[in-house]
């Protein structure tokens, strides 16, 4: 797990196929068990490519971010698995010294 400016990364390997592993996220009822969200969070998909990548826009109590999951198969047959929760951030411009403000963009 590493904390960076861009946002909060998680990796591990998982004893299941991505396919497996891709059906436990994208079907309501077993993410819901899987990675269990606080109540006053709002999730919408943004981006999927099937087996390999999923991203969801995170609305928690006016702060938007971006959860970006990446799937690779792994040489074992299980699931290289990465968790990025970033915050949605326009870049100051370079003749600026105030910080960039929290903004989404679409999708």
């Known amino acids: 797990m590493s904390d960076g400016q861009d946002g909060l990364t998680f990796e591990t390997v998982?004893?299941?196929?991505?396919?497996?592993?891709?059906?436990?996220?994208t079907i309501p009822e077993y993410r819901d068990l899987w990675?269990?969200?606080?109540?006053d969070v709002q999730l919408q998909v943004v981006a999927a490519n099937a087996n390999s990548?999923?991203?969801?826009?995170?609305?928690?109590?006016?702060?938007?971010?971006?959860?970006?999951i990446e799937l690779y198969p792994?040489?074992?047959?299980?699931?290289?698995?990465?968790?990025?929760h970033?915050?949605?951030r326009i870049p100051?411009?370079?003749n600026s010294n105030e910080p960039a403000a929290t903004v989404m963009r679409a999708a």
Not at 35 to 39: A, V
């Open 14 to 25: 998982l004893e299941a196929p991505p396919e497996k592993v891709w059906r436990a996220l």
């Open 35 to 39: 990675l269990k969200k606080p109540d």
């Open 53 to 68: 990548l999923l991203t969801f826009r995170w609305l928690e109590r006016n702060e938007k971010s971006l959860v970006t």
């Open 74 to 84: 792994a040489e074992d047959g299980g699931t290289s698995f990465r968790l990025t």
């Open 86 to 88: 970033a915050p949605v």
């Open 92 to 94: 100051a411009a370079a």
